[in-house]
C-alpha cells in the first residue's frame, strides 16, 4: 500500500467528482427518503428497521453505485488500464478510488440520520457492524463496476442492488410465513443480520456480515484480475 | 551491452486463430527496434504479451530480465512505458492534472511534466481540459504520460498514426533524444519513413510469423538487385548489373566525365516488405 499513489488516485477522482453530474444525484437519494421518512414519522423517533432500511440505501446508493459508475466509466474509456500499468497495486486502486464513495456516504449518512433525529450510537458492536456493511457495499460496487460492461447498463444493476441489498428489511413488510425460505434467505443478507446484532447482541451476526464481505472480496478481485489482461 | 527483450518461440492463439506464430528475437538495450507490419498482423499482440495485457500461449518472453509472472509487479511497471490503443485520458480533467497523477503514481517528480510537455510539443497547453483537445494533441499528451517516468523500455504502438507530418517530426526528435538518454524503444508501426528514421533495427511480421529482421541499411542491400542507374552527359539513361564487364564501363565513363548523375537501387523498406511477404505494408 503506497499513501502517495492512494492519495493521488483520490485527487484525480475528487476532480472528476466534481465535474461529474451523473454522479450528484446518489448521495441525494437517501437525504430525500430520510425527509420523507420524518415527515410520515411526524416527528416521532424511527423504528430500528427504518433507520437501518436509511442507512443500506445511503450504502447502496454511495458506496455501491458511485463506485460502481466511477469503475465503468474508466473501465469503458480505458484509463482503469492506464491505473492497472502503473506501479500501484490493486489496493492502491481500490484504496484511492473508494475514497471519494467513503467521502459521500459518510456526509449523505450524517445528513439522513440527523434529518430523521437520530443522534447516533455507541455501541462498538454497531460501528464495527456498520464499517462491515460499508466495506461490503464498496466491494460489491467495484467488482459490479468491473463486471459490467457499459455505464448505461449501470441503473440495471443499481436498482436491485439499492432493493435487494439496501433495502432487505423490508421484506418483513412483505407478510411472508414466519419459517418461509424466501423470508429466511432475506435475513441472511448483511442489513438484516445488522439488525438482529442490534437486537440480540450476538457477534455471531457480525461473523454473517464478514462472510458477505469476504464473497464481495473475492467477487471484486477475480474481476479486477480479469480487466487487468485481456481475452 | 545486454538484451532488454528477449522472445524465443513465442505463440499466442485465441481459440483457433494464431495470431502470433513462434516469432523469436531480441532487442539490445539501447536499440530502437521497429516491428513492421499492416493492421492485423499480429504487433499488437506481441507488445501486449511483452507487458503482461495478454498472456502467452507458448514460448519465452523475458523482458527487461524478468519473466511474465513478474510482469504484474511494481518493480517491472515502473521501469516499461507502454503507448497503445488502451491508452486513454481523464476528458474532464486538464493536461497538468492527468500528466500530475501519473508523476504521483510513479513517484516521479512533478518538474517532468514540464519536460515532457517540451518533447510532446505542448508547452503552454497544460491547463487545457483534455475533452477540448484535437486528436493529433490528444495522442501527444497519452505519449507525454508514457515518457513522465523515465522508462528504461518503452513499447509505442502507432505512436504517430494520428499526428500531422509537423508534429510526427517534433516527436521522432523526441524519441530520438530519449533514444540517446538511454531509453531502448520497441516500435510497432507500419510508416516505412518512421521505421527508416528512427529503427536501429527492424523485423517484418506478416500473419502472425516473423519473416525478416535486420538493420535497414543491411535489408536494403540484401535485396537490392545491386543495379546502377546512370543518367550521361548527353541524357543517356544505363541501368548497369553488378558485373566486372558493367565495372568496366562505369569506370570508363567516370574517366570520361560523363557522368551526369549515378545512384545504386536499393529497395525502400516498404518494397522489401513487398517482397518478403507478397502484402503491401500499409493495408
Not at chain 1, 471519494?100 to 434529518?115: C, D, E, F, W, Y
Not at chain 2, 513465442?10 to 531480441?26: I, N, R
Not at chain 2, 512505458?81 to 500530475?100: F, I, M, P, Q, W
Given at each position: 500500500?503506497?499513501?502517495?499513489?492512494?492519495?493521488?488516485?483520490?485527487?484525480?477522482?475528487?476532480?472528476?467528482?466534481?465535474?461529474?453530474?451523473?454522479?450528484?444525484?446518489?448521495?441525494?437519494?437517501?437525504?430525500?427518503?430520510?425527509?420523507?421518512?420524518?415527515?410520515?414519522?411526524?416527528?416521532?423517533?424511527?423504528?430500528?428497521?427504518?433507520?437501518?432500511?436509511?442507512?443500506?440505501?445511503?450504502?447502496?446508493?454511495?458506496?455501491?453505485?458511485?463506485?460502481?459508475?466511477?469503475?465503468?466509466?474508466?473501465?469503458?474509456?480505458?484509463?482503469?488500464?492506464?491505473?492497472?500499468?502503473?506501479?500501484?497495486?490493486?489496493?492502491?486502486?481500490?484504496?484511492?478510488?473508494?475514497?471519494?464513495?467513503?467521502?459521500?456516504?459518510?456526509?449523505?449518512?450524517?445528513?439522513?440520520?440527523?434529518?430523521?433525529?437520530?443522534?447516533?450510537?455507541?455501541?462498538?458492536?454497531?460501528?464495527?457492524?456498520?464499517?462491515?456493511?460499508?466495506?461490503?457495499?464498496?466491494?460489491?460496487?467495484?467488482?459490479?463496476?468491473?463486471?459490467?460492461?457499459?455505464?448505461?447498463?449501470?441503473?440495471?444493476?443499481?436498482?436491485?442492488?439499492?432493493?435487494?441489498?439496501?433495502?432487505?428489511?423490508?421484506?418483513?413488510?412483505?407478510?411472508?410465513?414466519?419459517?418461509?425460505?424466501?423470508?429466511?434467505?432475506?435475513?441472511?443478507?448483511?442489513?438484516?443480520?445488522?439488525?438482529?446484532?442490534?437486537?440480540?447482541?450476538?457477534?455471531?451476526?457480525?461473523?454473517?456480515?464478514?462472510?458477505?464481505?469476504?464473497?464481495?472480496?473475492?467477487?471484486?478481485?477475480?474481476?479486477?484480475?480479469?480487466?487487468?489482461?485481456?481475452? | 551491452?545486454?538484451?532488454?527483450?528477449?522472445?524465443?518461440?513465442?505463440?499466442?492463439?485465441?481459440?483457433?486463430?494464431?495470431?502470433?506464430?513462434?516469432?523469436?528475437?531480441?532487442?539490445?538495450?539501447?536499440?530502437?527496434?521497429?516491428?513492421?507490419?499492416?493492421?492485423?498482423?499480429?504487433?499488437?499482440?506481441?507488445?501486449?504479451?511483452?507487458?503482461?495485457?495478454?498472456?502467452?500461449?507458448?514460448?519465452?518472453?523475458?523482458?527487461?530480465?524478468?519473466?511474465?509472472?513478474?510482469?504484474?509487479?511494481?518493480?517491472?511497471?515502473?521501469?516499461?512505458?507502454?503507448?497503445?490503443?488502451?491508452?486513454?485520458?481523464?476528458?474532464?480533467?486538464?493536461?497538468?492534472?492527468?500528466?500530475?497523477?501519473?508523476?504521483?503514481?510513479?513517484?516521479?517528480?512533478?518538474?517532468?511534466?514540464?519536460?515532457?510537455?517540451?518533447?510532446?510539443?505542448?508547452?503552454?497547453?497544460?491547463?487545457?481540459?483534455?475533452?477540448?483537445?484535437?486528436?493529433?494533441?490528444?495522442?501527444?499528451?497519452?505519449?507525454?504520460?508514457?515518457?513522465?517516468?523515465?522508462?528504461?523500455?518503452?513499447?509505442?504502438?502507432?505512436?504517430?498514426?494520428?499526428?500531422?507530418?509537423?508534429?510526427?517530426?517534433?516527436?521522432?526528435?523526441?524519441?530520438?533524444?530519449?533514444?540517446?538518454?538511454?531509453?531502448?524503444?520497441?516500435?510497432?508501426?507500419?510508416?516505412?519513413?518512421?521505421?527508416?528514421?528512427?529503427?536501429?533495427?527492424?523485423?517484418?511480421?506478416?500473419?502472425?510469423?516473423?519473416?525478416?529482421?535486420?538493420?535497414?541499411?543491411?535489408?536494403?542491400?540484401?535485396?537490392?538487385?545491386?543495379?546502377?542507374?546512370?543518367?550521361?552527359?548527353?541524357?543517356?539513361?544505363?541501368?548497369?548489373?553488378?558485373?566486372?564487364?558493367?565495372?568496366?564501363?562505369?569506370?570508363?565513363?567516370?574517366?570520361?566525365?560523363?557522368?551526369?548523375?549515378?545512384?545504386?537501387d536499393n529497395p525502400t523498406l516498404g518494397e522489401i516488405f513487398l517482397k518478403v511477404t507478397g502484402k503491401e505494408l500499409v493495408v
Amino acid at each position: 500500500m503506497n499513501i502517495t499513489r492512494i492519495g493521488a488516485i483520490f485527487e484525480k477522482d475528487m476532480k472528476d467528482f466534481m465535474k461529474n453530474p451523473s454522479l450528484f444525484i446518489m448521495p441525494l437519494m437517501p437525504i430525500l427518503m430520510a425527509f420523507l421518512y420524518e415527515r410520515i414519522g411526524n416527528g416521532e423517533e424511527l423504528p430500528l428497521l427504518m433507520i437501518y432500511i436509511i442507512i443500506g440505501t445511503t450504502f447502496a446508493a454511495n458506496a455501491s453505485g458511485c463506485l460502481m459508475i466511477m469503475m465503468v466509466e474508466e473501465k469503458e474509456k480505458m484509463t482503469l488500464r492506464g491505473l492497472m500499468m502503473s506501479p500501484a497495486s490493486i489496493v492502491d486502486i481500490i484504496f484511492g478510488k473508494s475514497l471519494v464513495a467513503i467521502l459521500l456516504t459518510v456526509g449523505s449518512l450524517v445528513i439522513s440520520l440527523s434529518i430523521i433525529g437520530f443522534t447516533g450510537t455507541n455501541s462498538f458492536q454497531a460501528i464495527i457492524g456498520l464499517f462491515f456493511a460499508l466495506l461490503f457495499f464498496i466491494l460489491l460496487g467495484i467488482g459490479i463496476g468491473l463486471f459490467v460492461k457499459t455505464i448505461a447498463s449501470t441503473q440495471v444493476y443499481l436498482t436491485p442492488i439499492l432493493f435487494i441489498f439496501g433495502m432487505t428489511p423490508f421484506i418483513d413488510f412483505l407478510g411472508l410465513e414466519k419459517n418461509s425460505l424466501g423470508l429466511r434467505i432475506g435475513q441472511a443478507f448483511p442489513l438484516p443480520q445488522l439488525i438482529k446484532m442490534n437486537e440480540t447482541g450476538s457477534w455471531i451476526h457480525l461473523g454473517v456480515v464478514g462472510i458477505w464481505v469476504v464473497g464481495a472480496a473475492i467477487f471484486a478481485y477475480i474481476f479486477f484480475a480479469k480487466t487487468r489482461i485481456d481475452d | 551491452m545486454g538484451n532488454v527483450i528477449k522472445v524465443e518461440k513465442l505463440e499466442k492463439k485465441f481459440k483457433e486463430q494464431t495470431a502470433v506464430k513462434e516469432v523469436s528475437f531480441e532487442v539490445g538495450q539501447g536499440e530502437i527496434f521497429g516491428l513492421l507490419g499492416p493492421s492485423g498482423a499480429g504487433k499488437t499482440t506481441m507488445i501486449k504479451m511483452m507487458t503482461g495485457e495478454l498472456a502467452k500461449t507458448s514460448g519465452n518472453c523475458e523482458v527487461l530480465g524478468m519473466q511474465p509472472e513478474q510482469y504484474k509487479t511494481a518493480r517491472f511497471k515502473s521501469q516499461i512505458g507502454v503507448l497503445s490503443d488502451n491508452s486513454a485520458l481523464y476528458e474532464r480533467l486538464t493536461v497538468n492534472d492527468n500528466l500530475k497523477l501519473f508523476c504521483k503514481l510513479y513517484n516521479a517528480p512533478l518538474s517532468s511534466v514540464k519536460e515532457v510537455l517540451q518533447i510532446v510539443n505542448l508547452e503552454g497547453e497544460e491547463k487545457k481540459i483534455v475533452s477540448k483537445l484535437s486528436k493529433g494533441m490528444k495522442q501527444r499528451v497519452l505519449l507525454a504520460k508514457t515518457l513522465i517516468h523515465k522508462p528504461a523500455l518503452l513499447f509505442l504502438d502507432e505512436p504517430t498514426s494520428a499526428l500531422d507530418p509537423g508534429n510526427t517530426a517534433h516527436i521522432h526528435y523526441g524519441l530520438k533524444k530519449l533514444n540517446e538518454a538511454g531509453t531502448t524503444i520497441f516500435l510497432n508501426t507500419h510508416n516505412m519513413e518512421e521505421a527508416n528514421m528512427l529503427c536501429n533495427r527492424v523485423a517484418f511480421l506478416s500473419d502472425g510469423i516473423l519473416q525478416e529482421i535486420g538493420k535497414p541499411n543491411e535489408l536494403r542491400y540484401k535485396y537490392s538487385n545491386h543495379a546502377f542507374h546512370i543518367e550521361t552527359n548527353s541524357g543517356e539513361r544505363l541501368v548497369l548489373d553488378n558485373s566486372p564487364e558493367n565495372a568496366e564501363q562505369i569506370a570508363r565513363l567516370i574517366a570520361d566525365k560523363q557522368i551526369k548523375e549515378m545512384h545504386t537501387d536499393n529497395p525502400t523498406l516498404g518494397e522489401i516488405f513487398l517482397k518478403v511477404t507478397g502484402k503491401e505494408l500499409v493495408v
